[in-house]
């Protein structure tokens, strides 16, 4: 039987066989001596817990007023006992209690806890001050927050400068003008992505409106993300002046949340593990299109999931938000934490997920009590990476500038936590500003020449990919059984 | 969704809904051809679950699907 650790509480008083055992002096092998079935652990030592004089209500409510007064002072040890030896050793041995003694974890922030932090404390953990140092604003780079759409007026009133291009936005149908939709998600966003590229130019995609039969306010369908992602594939496809770079980060803080959704893993038509599907089609190809793409996780990490996760916690990053063309971010809090609902990996598309970190729950813009969810990760971790093309911007004749390669050198950047490493909590731990900000001043000279990005290690990455995709293409198709399953429209 | 691989280049939304004998009704015409992948000449349409089976390969064009449209939604404020 397997043994559990305990604290063994002593009362010399109840029994004068403990009697010996005086205060600091008191000697637990002595005592483990005395009782059968305690291996006590004697790196815990004994503590003693001193008399203490009752407050005046348990006097007046005590029986006996002796009584109440009658606390000796008691000894506490840690030990292992097997569970079924309780009853017996406390019967056997007056003035001895056993108490559990549970592993303890630090609370993890969840989707209740207020905020920690705020947007000052982010970017000084960012180190906005070194990127800004290094000529890394946001400046010129296109910044596409794909969600419920944007609030310019709001963000100006937070302090956000943030150029705003309206004629690259998209909407999802006529009626609804970019830049001048209702204060949410979206805002929240984009506000959160502005805080490391303050100069970024912001483009509204407001996928999350959907009009579609079925939808909500604040939702939408898939095959909506397959035209706001074709409009981004053509922004950045369309004709440049000669010499003229382009760089595009594109923020996505929304997901599938249960496989339910979904046609079951297996089926020609499943979103959550098919690299065929079409939306994880287009993704790959605006990432091979020089856009660097960041995917939420998701908030349903173990310890306190999104009540949408219908407590499936262990399903892993699935869909789009686990593919290997964009980078997927984890939640922490400003004490470097994992937050508790944070969504941790393997990812279904592409097993090392998540790929980073990025810092979430802090009161930010306004919008909602707190700047929360992998929602508010993901734009922090994206505003880093558009500060980081205002220097180093997309070539599409130097492959060291592909998406590809700034992930992973963000992800060689980071800071680690968790595992020594990677794991499936942190990915390769926290974003880093000032880490990029340093690559920056070392490459000034030669700026495509940053040595560390290996291009045998992005084409194996990609013949991977490929290999991945016809291998979901051959698998045999689940039972029919298994395809009764409500799927959307 | 309905993926197709068209070697000869984008159809019209009229060449694809001759191609297959899909009525205005059961493709969405707002949604129209989507280019999702040129490398592969891969384009996306979205039809009625009833007319699915009507897109089926043929000659030089590919059909693949169909592909599930679940909803999506903001990951934040939690419910």
């Not at chain 1, 960012?126 to 910044?143: D, F, I, K, P």
């Not at chain 1, 943030?162 to 609804?176: E, I, N, Q």
Request: net charge negative; hydrophobic share 40%; with cysteine.
């Amino acid at each position: 039987m397997a043994k559990h650790s305990v604290l063994i509480e002593v009362s010399p008083a109840a029994d004068s066989r403990y009697g010996a055992v005086a205060g600091a002096s008191a000697n637990a092998a002595e005592i483990a001596a005395n009782i059968s079935g305690i291996a006590v652990d004697p790196s815990f030592g004994v503590i003693d817990i001193p008399a203490t004089r009752p407050s005046v209500s348990a006097v007046f409510n005590a029986g006996d007023i002796d009584e109440a007064f009658d606390q000796p002072t008691r000894y506490v040890m840690r030990g292992d006992i097997e569970i079924e030896d309780t009853e017996r050793i406390e019967a056997e041995n007056p003035g001895v209690r056993i108490y559990s003694d549970p592993e303890i974890e630090v609370c993890p922030i969840c989707p209740g806890s207020g905020p920690l932090g705020n947007a000052g404390t982010v970017a000084s953990l960012l180190g906005r001050t070194a990127l800004q140092g290094a000529g890394m604003t946001g400046r010129n780079v296109l910044l596409a927050i794909v969600d419920t759409g944007l609030n310019i007026n709001y963000l100006r009133s937070k302090g956000v400068v943030a150029p705003f291009d309206g004629t690259r936005s998209w909407v999802p149908r006529p009626g609804l003008t970019p830049g001048a939709l209702p204060v949410g998600h979206g805002t929240m966003c984009a506000y959160d992505a502005t805080i490391a590229a303050p100069r970024a130019t912001l483009l509204d995609v407001a996928l999350l409106l959907s009009n579609r039969p079925g939808g909500t306010v604040m939702e939408g369908l898939l095959s909506d993300a397959v035209l706001a992602y074709r409009h981004l594939v053509n922004v950045m496809r369309a004709p440049r002046r000669p010499g003229e770079l382009r760089s595009m980060v594109v923020n996505n803080s929304w997901g599938m949340f249960h496989k339910s959704w979904d046609y079951p893993v297996g089926h020609h038509g499943n979103y959550s593990h098919n690299p065929n599907h079409p939306f994880n089609v287009i993704v790959r190809t605006l990432a091979v299109n020089g856009a660097d793409i960041f995917f939420a996780a998701g908030n349903c990490g173990r310890d306190c999931p999104d009540g949408r996760c219908q407590g499936i916690t262990n399903a892993g990053i699935t869909g789009a938000n686990s593919s290997p063309y964009v980078t997927t971010v984890a939640g922490v809090d400003v004490t470097k934490t994992r937050v508790g609902y944070s969504t941790s990996g393997p990812g279904t598309l592409y097993p090392r997920k998540p790929d980073i970190a990025a810092y979430t729950h802090f009161a930010g813009s306004g919008v909602y009590a707190a700047d929360g969810g992998t929602s508010a990760a993901c734009p922090v971790a994206a505003g880093v990476v558009a500060a980081f093309r205002s220097r180093f911007h997309y070539n599409p004749a130097n492959p060291v500038t592909s998406p590809a390669a700034v992930r992973s050198l963000v992800s060689r950047l980071a800071e680690d936590r968790g595992s020594v490493g990677f794991d499936f909590d942190y990915g390769f731990g926290i974003i880093n500003g000032r880490r990029m900000a340093a690559v920056s001043s070392l490459a000034v000279e030669e700026p495509f020449q940053v040595s560390s990005l290996p291009r045998a290690e992005i084409e194996a990455y990609d013949n991977e990919m490929a290999a991945n995709a016809r291998a979901y293409a051959a698998r045999p198709e689940p039972a029919e059984s298994e395809r009764a399953v409500g799927v959307g429209a | 969704m309905m993926t197709i691989r068209v070697p000869s280049g984008a159809p019209s939304l009229d060449e694809v809904k001759q191609r297959y004998g899909l009525e205005s009704g059961e493709i969405d015409e707002s949604f129209g051809v989507v280019e999702i992948d040129p490398e592969t000449h891969s384009y996306t349409i979205l039809v009625e679950a009833s007319a699915a089976s009507k897109v089926q390969p043929g000659g030089d064009w590919e059909a693949e699907g169909p592909f599930s449209n679940p909803t999506i939604e903001p990951m934040w404020p939690p419910k």
